[in-house]
């Protein structure tokens, strides 16, 4: 069995569910942790800098799919490169367009994380964590300061004890 260290996260969510928010926090986790982290969005291929140098969102329905491959050629290689955390921060809504992904990740031995924002994980903390559990390390530093982060910014309240018995168990 692969003993990796090594985490990818898949968020999973509607457009403006929070994902991106999440993952800003995720990666100052990583870094103030001292571990590398890689985000790859396709949303960000169609990000254009204007003439005042603000960036603006401008979709392209033709370069979607062009821009699709991009983004998982770059997660790839972000994998091949053995980054510590590799975060796919697309829509995932379907486990179809997570499964590249997920491919790549196990191809890689990279443990999974799924965060799923859908409305059945904000009604029941405990679903969600038992997921993030099942699929996780049991022992892995980074992914509990993680998970901590995770339920404190959903608001909420994640006891240290209830975590680490958990994990341990």
């Not at 969510?13 to 993952?23: F, R, V």
């Not at 969102?57 to 980054?83: G, M, P, S, T």
């Amino acid at each position: 069995m692969n003993k990796s260290n090594k985490l990818v996260i898949i968020n999973r969510a509607i457009p403006g569910g929070g994902k991106t928010s999440l993952t800003k926090q995720i990666e100052e986790l990583a870094k103030s942790l001292g571990r590398s982290i890689s985000v790859h969005s396709t949303d960000e291929y169609f990000i254009q800098i204007d003439e005042e140098g603000i960036r603006r969102y401008v979709f392209d329905k033709k370069k979607l799919n062009e821009y699709h491959q991009n983004n998982q050629e770059a997660f790839k290689q972000a994998l091949e490169n053995r980054i510590d955390i590799v975060v796919c921060d697309n829509t995932n809504f379907e486990s179809w367009q997570s499964k590249p992904y997920t491919d790549m990740a196990r191809e890689f031995g990279y443990k999974i994380l799924l965060i799923d924002f859908k409305n059945r994980c904000l009604r029941n903390p405990q679903w969600i964590m038992d997921g993030i559990l099942s699929n996780a390390s049991r022992s892995h530093e980074v992914l509990q300061s993680i998970m901590t982060m995770i339920f404190i910014w959903r608001g909420f309240q994640l006891s240290h004890r209830i975590m680490r018995n958990k994990i341990e168990s």
